[in-house]
C-alpha cells in the first residue's frame, strides 16, 4: 500500500525558515516523480513545486522561487521542502504527492503557521 | 498559465441526483486533466485522469469527459460519501500545474 506521510509543520515568525519532510512507502520511490501542493485555510488547493526521479530537475510556482526548495533522499525514501522567508501567505497545509497520472496518491497534509 | 475555471462554486444536489461539473481550461490542455475529491479534513483523492480515466478503486459513478478547454465530471447518482469539494487540475503544460478553485456539492 503506497503511503505518504509528512511532518514538520508547526508555527513559525514571518521571515523565518522550516523544513518539511515526507516519508514514502510502499512503492520505489526513485521511479516517481514527486510533488509538493499547499491549501491555505479555507481556500484551493495550489501546486508548490515538483521534483524528478533522481533530484536533477526542480520546478516551482513563482511565489516561492528563490524561497523554497524541493528535494529527495531515494535512500531514505523521503521528500523534503525547505521553506525561507517565510510570509504570512505562505500559511497552509502542505501535502506531498506522487506524480502520476496527475497527482495520485497524497499524505494528510502538515500545517505550517507564519504569524508573528 | 493555464488558468482553470470551474463552475459552480456550490452545487446543491439531493441523494440519488445527477450532479454535473464543468472545468475550463484557458487554453487546449489535450486530455491532460485530472478531477479530485476533498473531504474536510482530508487530502483530495484522485478520482479521473486523463479527462476520462477512473483512478483505481473509483466507483463506476464517476466519470469524467472532455478534451482541449471543456471538462465534465459528473456523478450519476450521489451517495451520501460523496458530498464534498471537486477540484480539476491540468498537467499539460507546466510548470506551474494550475487547479480550478473548487466545486462544493452540498445536501440539497
Known amino acids: 500500500e503506497v503511503q505518504l506521510v509528512e511532518s514538520g509543520g508547526g508555527l513559525v515568525q514571518p521571515g523565518g525558515s522550516r523544513r518539511v519532510s515526507c516519508a514514502a512507502s510502499?512503492?520505489?520511490?526513485?521511479?516517481?516523480?514527486m510533488g509538493w501542493v499547499r491549501q491555505a485555510p479555507g481556500k484551493g488547493l495550489e501546486w508548490v513545486a515538483n521534483?524528478?526521479?533522481?533530484?536533477?530537475?526542480?520546478f516551482y510556482v513563482d511565489s516561492v522561487k528563490g524561497r523554497f526548495t524541493i528535494s529527495r533522499d531515494n535512500a531514505k525514501n523521503s521528500l523534503y521542502l525547505q521553506m525561507s522567508s517565510l510570509r504570512v501567505e505562505d500559511t497552509a497545509v502542505y501535502y506531498c504527492a506522487r506524480d502520476w497520472n496527475g497527482l495520485d496518491h497524497w499524505g494528510q497534509g502538515t500545517l505550517v503557521t507564519v504569524s508573528p | 498559465e493555464v488558468v482553470m475555471s470551474q463552475s459552480p462554486a456550490t452545487l446543491s444536489v439531493s441523494p440519488g441526483e445527477r450532479a454535473i461539473f464543468s472545468c475550463r481550461a484557458s487554453?487546449?490542455?489535450?486530455?491532460?486533466l485530472a478531477w479530485y475529491q476533498q473531504k474536510p479534513g482530508q487530502a483530495p483523492r484522485l478520482l479521473i485522469y486523463?479527462?476520462?480515466t477512473r483512478a483505481t478503486g473509483i466507483p463506476a459513478r464517476f466519470s469524467g469527459s472532455g478534451s482541449g478547454t471543456e471538462f465534465t465530471l459528473t456523478i450519476s447518482s450521489l451517495q451520501s460519501e460523496d458530498f464534498a469539494v471537486y477540484h480539476c487540475q491540468q498537467y499539460n503544460k507546466w510548470p506551474p500545474w494550475t487547479f480550478g478553485q473548487g466545486t462544493k456539492v452540498e445536501i440539497k
Open positions: 486523463g479527462a476520462s
Open positions: 521534483i524528478n526521479k533522481d533530484g536533477s530537475e526542480k
Open positions: 510502499g512503492f520505489i520511490f526513485g521511479s516517481f516523480y
Open positions: 487554453q487546449s490542455i489535450a486530455n491532460n
